[in-house]
């Protein structure tokens, strides 16, 4: 699995916005050190070093009025459109769509782009997750042990759409 | 007919800041402008209380994903302060080569992907990659070598987790600093490129007046271009500690934005980051900077805030050489760190962040709990700079199509490397005009 990389987009203490990071932290314990989670705290020109070659998982917050809180955007970031709605953790650089397009233009995609982008409704100063977006974040977590332990990344995406 | 006219920045709520910005002239002048922002900062002060001294680094690291050690390095000078900790010679090396890895970063960052653009008439750094892409690229590799020290020092390149109160955790074995040495050697050679590139490009001619001129202030220190040991200074006389901090400055409260504005008091705005730093410190910029400075004809006193990108790529060049001296220098210090004890008492933190002088204060009671937390970042001492610029830039500009005004606008913001949404490339901006009402 050591071409697999796990990848949270997020704050910590923005509330539903740290569901990336919560996730990654459930996942450290069952698949470190054979697959690298990296959170990435804002500068998405990091994600072309990171992800370059590799298949990757990429867990970020959305605030979108079009789903419920809870829900989990399941995609795949080289083949669908990521919406802008999934760009909201940086004010720094450049935002993910722009890391897509600059990987692609730079040739550091890469192999695979997974991306889970749960639903939030609250991003306010502080600690602490929603009940359903905690429940999400449970989901995502079995998804991503399902998709790594499959070592192809072919794995279904179960989550609503 | 005359018409009022305004250029607006839409609100964009982001994790590490939120701005907005609103300037409204007609051709007899400019008669508002606004830079808006609010500032997570200050909601962090109310987070702090209550928690453990020791957990100040890595709480208040969060608050910003591209300068944590900036945010590591005041509070733990503050909380050394207040406990009155002498670190050895070696720990102070080893955080100065972790902020060096910081400045590397994000000035790399900034010159590249943010305001590189404006330079060369691309609305986004993307945009300039289809281009540009060996430009693009060598950004990529010298911010690597910056990620490369903050994740050896740091522990991980993002939020760092090595720093702590007295010292770190964990100090590497000089066998450790070879490799990444080798590195270094290699990006200074890039980084000596970015300066004789950066300097190549045109600049918008903007200077101010006499009666106008800035007040820069940083950190000044005798022996070191300073990062974070010093006297507060700026080029009118002002000398003092951190702990006088608060005698000098004042927050004011602005009504159109929830963030304070920072002002000297009896003095008004001020200006800090790089040109700051090397306008104050040129003297004790290595021997290769001020070489390379001259060979492109870059002057020790820069007044023109759109020359910020070539100081940025001479502190870029500075802190490659500072890492390589640090590292050719260094010997693993005996402990790691200097034991903290808690004891109540206030401490005072400076320090030079990318952007510019970051103070804390913070307050602890004799169990080490955090009382009182006072954070002023770099940004919002510059916001009300950044506002006077506009308000003197425009008039000059005038005779520019109201989309190049826009973009003018946006770059002179940018030459601050603000911490804020707008600061950013992927603004949506508007232009509105309306007839002019009343006179």
Redesign the interface.
């Known amino acids: 699995m050591s071409d697999w990389v796990v990848i949270s987009l ?5 509330g539903d ?1 740290s569901v990336g990071p919560y996730v990654l932290q459930r996942l450290r314990p069952q698949i470190e050190p054979a697959v690298p989670c ?6 998405m ?2 994600l ?2 990171v992800w370059k070659g590799q298949h990757v998982c990429l867990v970020d917050a959305v605030a979108t009025e079009k789903a419920e809180t809870g829900a989990v955007l399941c995609l795949d970031g080289l083949a669908e459109e990521v919406l802008p709605t999934l760009c ?8 993910l769509v ?1 890391a897509l ?2 990987a692609r ?2 040739d550091a995609l890469p192999r695979s782009l997974r991306i889970y982008g749960i639903c939030g409704n609250n ?1 306010a ?2 600690e602490g997750l929603s009940p359903r977006v905690q429940a999400a974040a449970e989901t995502v977590v079995k998804e991503i042990l399902t998709l790594l332990n499959t070592h192809t990344g072919g794995a279904p995406c179960m989550s609503n759409h | 007919m005359a018409k009022n006219k305004t250029i607006k920045v839409d609100y964009l709520a982001r994790v590490e800041g939120e701005g907005a910005l609103y300037v409204r002239y007609d051709d007899a002048g400019v008669h508002e402008v606004k830079l808006k922002i609010f500032e997570p900062p200050r909601f962090f002060e109310g987070f702090m209380r209550g928690r453990d001294f020791r957990e100040a680094p890595d709480i208040t690291a969060r608050i910003c994903g591209i300068c944590p050690i900036a945010y590591q390095m005041s509070s733990v000078h503050a909380m050394e302060d207040a406990l009155h900790l002498k670190l050895p010679p070696e720990l102070h090396a080893l955080r100065r080569l972790i902020y060096c890895g910081e400045w590397i970063e994000s000035h790399t960052l900034h010159i590249y992907m943010l305001h590189a653009p404006d330079f060369l008439g691309y609305p986004s750094a993307v945009a300039m990659a289809k281009d540009h892409p060996a430009i693009v690229q060598d950004g990529l590799r010298i911010k690597k070598a910056g990620n490369a020290i903050v994740s050896l020092l740091g522990g991980r390149e993002v939020h760092p987790i090595n720093v702590r109160v007295g010292g770190f955790y964990r100090a590497p074995r000089a066998v450790e600093l070879k490799p990444l040495r080798e590195e270094l050697l290699h990006a200074r050679d890039m980084a000596m490129n970015t300066v004789r590139w950066a300097a190549s490009l045109l600049f918008p001619k903007f200077e101010r007046e006499q009666s106008q001129q800035y007040e820069f202030v940083s950190l000044s220190h005798e022996d070191e271009y300073p990062m974070s040991r010093g006297q507060i200074a700026s080029t009118r006389g002002l000398s003092i500690p951190a702990s006088a901090y608060d005698n000098h400055f004042r927050e004011e409260h602005i009504e159109y934005s929830s963030a304070l504005h920072s002002t000297l008091i009896e003095r008004g705005a001020y200006f800090v980051g790089p040109m700051a730093r090397y306008n104050i410190n040129y003297a004790l910029l290595s021997p290769l900077v001020r070489q390379l400075a001259d060979e492109v004809g870059f002057p020790p006193f820069c007044a023109n805030p759109f020359q910020s990108i070539v100081v940025r790529s001479l502190e870029v060049l500075y802190a490659f050489d500072e890492a390589i001296r640090i590292i050719d220098g260094y010997r693993k210090p005996d402990a790691a760190h200097v034991t903290a004890e808690p004891r109540a008492g206030t401490g005072y933190g400076a320090t030079e962040a990318p952007r510019g002088l970051l103070y804390h204060r913070y307050q602890i009671d004799d169990s080490g709990k955090i009382v009182d937390a006072k954070i002023v970042a770099p940004t919002s001492q510059n916001q009300k700079t950044i506002e006077d610029d506009l308000r003197l830039m425009l008039p000059k500009f005038m005779h520019l199509p109201e989309k190049q005004l826009q973009a003018q606008c946006e770059q002179a913001i940018r030459n601050y490397d603000p911490c804020i949404s707008c600061s950013t490339h992927f603004l949506r901006l508007k232009l509105e005009q309306a007839p002019r009402t009343g006179v």
Do not use: P
């Not at chain 1, 997020?10 to 923005?14: E, K, L, Q, Y």
């Not at chain 1, 990296?38 to 500068?43: H, L, S, Y």
């Not at chain 1, 909201?88 to 935002?95: C, D, L, Q, R």
């Open positions: 997020g704050n910590h203490f923005r916005d990296i959170e990435n705290g804002g500068d020109v990091n072309l070093e909201t953790t940086s004010s720094h650089g450049i935002n722009e397009e600059m233009i730079m991003f100063i502080g």
